[in-house]
């Protein structure tokens, strides 16, 4: 059992940067691969970003150039950075660790507001 918890989360004006954290309970170097989601009201969640276990990235069209995720293996955290932030990104965002392909873990979330 994978046991994650997310930070960095809160209200931020349009143009501004925030760091979202998720720390892990266990060692993370061997998980699978590990990834940011996101779900605003009304809406289904969606994949924002991952990373895999040898650092490969990936991220969803609307936040390329915008966000970077990655992970501190000595510290079990993995982090999203996220610059220039639109209104559009207000969601509740969460991590997700995949530890084996049959087997996936998820944090309570944290809620990221866009708005002046």
């Known amino acids: 059992q994978v046991q994650l918890v997310e930070s960095g989360g809160g209200l931020v004006q349009p143009g501004g940067s925030l760091r979202l954290s998720c720390a892990a309970s266990l060692s993370i170097s061997n998980f699978y691969v590990m990834a940011w989601y996101r779900q605003a009201p009304g809406k289904q969640r969606e994949l924002v970003a991952t990373i895999t276990r040898d650092s490969r990235k990936t991220y969803t069209d609307s936040v390329k150039g915008r966000f970077t995720i990655s992970r501190d293996n000595a510290k079990n955290t993995l982090n999203l950075q996220m610059n220039n932030l639109k209104p559009e990104d207000t969601a509740v965002y969460y991590c997700?660790?995949?530890?084996?392909?049959?087997?996936?873990?998820w944090g309570q979330g944290t809620q990221v507001t866009v708005s002046s």
């Open positions: 997700n660790a995949r530890v084996r392909i049959t087997e996936d873990y």
